[in-house]
């Protein structure tokens, strides 16, 4: 299973696979979380619909995409808040990690041996941020970015027809 960050879906909607030029992005998604094969943590819900627009009513009308932490993905959250406490981060890099989907999107991952997407970037020096492809390559989590993770599933979206 693929699970997203928070970052893929709003780069998504704000860039290339806005709601109005590839609803095929979003019926992708809901297709394949209809078959366990994407989804995110409720966590992610907060930054999803903060700004009150088509990705907050996309959200809202796909509440099932965003899963709740469960009793394997929350005996993970000790593992994976050692190590961020072990990395040297900084305070206030050690308190967003926590507050945000971040935490909970690496630990369910490392539950459950998914796959995170995000667009984040392996930073071996990040201190002032606490990096979920840091995370992952500490933990053992797989993770990719949207576009591998679309190649990977053999997804493809048309054009409307113009007619």
Not at 54 to 73: G, M, V
Request: with cysteine.
């Amino acid at each position: 299973m693929y699970v997203h960050d928070s970052n893929v879906l709003i780069t998504a909607k704000n860039l290339y696979y806005g709601f109005d030029i590839v609803p095929g992005f979003w019926n992708w998604l809901e297709s394949d979380a209809a078959r366990s094969k994407v989804c995110s943590v409720q966590p992610v819900r907060r930054e999803l619909t903060t700004g009150g627009d088509e990705l907050a009513q996309w959200a809202e009308r796909n509440p099932w995409f965003l899963l709740h932490p469960d009793s394997t993905t929350v005996a993970t959250f000790a593992r994976v808040s050692a190590w961020a406490q072990s990395g040297g981060f900084t305070p206030a890099a050690l308190s967003t990690f926590y507050d945000a989907a971040d935490f909970y999107l690496v630990a369910h991952c490392l539950a459950h041996g998914h796959t995170l997407v995000t667009h984040e970037r392996l930073s071996v020096n990040a201190k002032k941020r606490v990096l979920i492809p840091n995370a992952c390559e500490a933990l053992g989590v797989k993770y990719c970015d949207t576009f591998e993770m679309l190649r990977r599933e053999g997804a493809a979206f048309g054009l409307r027809d113009s007619l």
